[in-house]
């Protein structure tokens, strides 16, 4: 009788210690850099402050039960490093490189696509130079904001599996800053002016 009592109590033991570990992407946090950078790059910032939501009580309380029945979960806290030596190079490049392009989405040549890269729209109306500088301002931001979604997924041991995430929240982030008759590309690949 002792030793079942004995073994009853290391059973519940173990159960009250057993702890899931989940590993996951941290799209709110690179969420939260993207519209850093953004803002950065561009030279703005959002005025609006995302609303907290409130849980319900019911929601409240099935939380607090959580913490006395069954196994804990505990998240492995990943802090998105935006601010590496190779980041900071192409932020300041591509903050360089922006007024340049400001006069190309004004015009309606360039667009925001959906995987975080810019796209030609309409260069009926620009004469030979300037489709020249389009070409080569356009180049040399794609190829920089390929480099600084890489360096994100590296600096923060992402898998490479996460490149396609990191690109289409940082497309969220390009499109919702830009501004009103700008080409913008939705999730669904069409374009529209913002």
Request: charged fraction near 35%; avoid cysteine.
């Given at each position: 009788m002792r030793r079942l009592r004995h073994l009853a109590l290391s059973f519940m033991i173990l159960l009250a210690a057993c702890v899931t570990v989940n590993i996951y992407f941290p799209a709110a946090a690179i969420q939260k850099a993207a519209d850093e950078i953004v803002d950065d790059v561009r030279g703005t910032k959002?005025?609006?402050?995302?609303?907290?939501?409130?849980?319900?009580?019911?929601?409240?309380?099935?939380?607090?039960?959580?913490?006395?029945?069954?196994?804990a979960e505990a998240h492995a806290q990943i802090n998105i490093d935006v601010s590496t030596p190779a980041i900071r190079s192409l932020k300041q490049a591509m903050k360089d490189n922006y007024p340049q392009l400001k006069?190309?989405?004004?015009?309606?040549?360039?667009?925001?696509?959906?995987?975080?890269?810019?796209?030609?729209?309409?260069?009926?109306?620009?004469?030979?130079?300037?489709?020249a500088d389009l070409n080569r301002v356009m180049g040399t931001e794609n190829n920089n904001r390929a480099a600084l979604y890489n360096e994100i997924m590296r600096a923060n041991k992402l898998g490479s599996d996460s490149l396609p995430k990191i690109q289409r929240i940082f497309a969220n982030s390009w499109r919702d800053k830009s501004q009103p008759g700008w080409w913008i590309q939705n999730d669904g690949g069409g374009w529209q002016k913002k």
């Open positions: 959002d005025q609006k402050q995302p609303e907290e939501k409130k849980g319900d009580t019911q929601s409240r309380l099935l939380d607090s039960l959580k913490k006395f029945v069954g196994p006069n190309f989405y004004d015009k309606g040549a360039i667009g925001e696509n959906n995987m975080g890269l810019l796209e030609q729209r309409d260069a009926g109306g620009l004469n030979l130079k300037e489709k």
